[in-house]
């Protein structure tokens, strides 16, 4: 991974800093899941996501969406 480059003015005070793009995409997914689990309910429905082992097709879930908006 880069490296973090800070940006000073001229009193040499940091005013910016330019992170590279693999350490950006990492603290914006730590933000977001400290969001999340601030929610009971969320942390629970993530942590019973994670412990999951199986799941659905994406056909099989889309289905009964399909059927639902064409009788709209």
Known sequence: MGQVQYISDENNTVTAVIV??????????E??????????TMRERLLAARRRKTGIPFEE???????RVQTL
Do not use: G
Not at 20 to 29: F, K, N, R, T, V
């Open 20 to 29: 590279p793009i693999d350490l950006w995409h990492e603290l914006q997914a």
């Open 31 to 40: 933000k977001e899941t400290a969001y999340l689990l601030k929610s009971e």
């Open 61 to 67: 879930a889309n289905d009964p969406l399909d059927e």
